[in-house]
């Protein structure tokens, strides 16, 4: 698959920065960018709903001065994500603001978006939907998805539970769009590997929450520094959608992060306050099995710079290993 125009030219490595709830704001976006992946942010982080039209036109002009100053410097286009769910009373609203600052990128969640493609296309952006499997796959590119974003196990948040080996090449099979693959990236050795499996690009998000940029708590990019992928746990207790979440961020609730009980897909809702239990969201923190690579929490720029030094020294490795 070749990479779409908007893409070619513009990425230092074939990585998107995934959007995080409540930790991704316009200055974490902007510094992705900037350094050359694209960076994205959940619509729902902006609040109320008029915030996000100032958010999309602060990122486009910040962009376009940078691009100005530095015409061949490679500077991503950004993404922002909409959750399709039937409680998001926001949704239409949102994609009205993006359709009129013609976003480049619309990242879909959860409901095969049908009329969110219709409007993307209709300006001529893309549209990437997540899935956890391969029937929610074929939903999506029925729909005319330009791509489709496999969560695999290890992701962080809202994770599937399939290898990547498997759900990759199954969906490749009957998928010529554009394949990203989403699960314990942390390392530009992992980002080759998502290349070497199949994928197009790699979804890597809770590596950049522990960055300078994010918006998250100092006790969050801590625990992310301090904790290895044994100190996950994966719960539908509380969003009712099955997702990964640290477990000393759970036990300071006084609950028992070894023995959750379930909830059922009746406790969604993502309406324009996000989750009725914002409690919840806030105290109890995501993160994919990938923090085992998570030492620091650098800047931005560093830590692309990092991420790309490794991805292209993986590369050199394989290609070496090949010509046996």
């Known amino acids: 698959m070749t990479l779409p125009k908007i893409l070619q030219g513009n990425l230092s490595i074939p990585v998107i920065g995934s959007p995080l709830f409540l930790v991704s704001g316009p200055e974490l976006v902007i510094a992705q960018c900037k350094a050359g992946i694209v960076g994205s942010f959940p619509a729902l982080n902006a609040r109320p709903q008029h915030v996000l039209d100032e958010w999309i036109v602060r990122i486009k002009e910040e962009l376009a001065a940078a691009k100005e100053e530095n015409p061949h410097r490679p500077i991503a286009p950004f993404a922002v994500n909409q959750i399709c769910h039937a409680s998001n009373d926001r949704l ?54 330009d791509g489709l974003i496999l969560v695999c196990a290890g992701a962080g948040g809202h994770a599937g539970t399939l290898s990547p080996f498997a759900l990759v090449r199954e969906v490749r099979e009957f998928f010529d769009g554009t394949i990203i693959l989403s699960g314990a990236i942390s390392s530009g050795s992992a980002v080759a590997s998502s290349l070497a499996l199949g994928a197009d690009l790699a979804y890597m998000g809770t590596r950049f929450i522990a960055t300078e940029e994010a918006n998250a708590e100092q006790a969050y990019k801590d625990m992310l520094i301090e904790s290895v992928a044994d100190d996950i746990v994966y719960s539908s207790l509380f969003t009712g959608v099955a997702g990964n979440y640290l477990k000393p961020s759970i036990a300071r609730t006084g609950l028992d992060p070894n023995n959750l009980p379930d909830a059922n897909k009746s406790s969604m809702n993502f309406g324009s306050g996000g989750n009725t239990d914002a409690k919840a969201w806030k105290d109890i923190w995501g993160s994919g099995q990938g923090i085992g690579a998570i030492k620091n929490a650098p800047s931005v720029q560093s830590l692309v710079d990092e991420l790309k030094q490794e991805y292209q020294a993986a590369v050199a490795d394989l290609t070496e290993k090949s010509i046996y």
């Open 92 to 145: 239409m609203a949102d994609m009205e603001s993006c359709v009129k600052h013609e976003v480049p990128i619309i990242i879909t969640s959860l409901r095969p978006p049908e009329e969110i493609v219709t409007a993307a296309h209709s300006y001529g952006g893309l549209v990437y939907h997540d899935v956890i499997s391969v029937k929610h796959a074929r939903k999506a590119a029925e729909q005319g998805v």
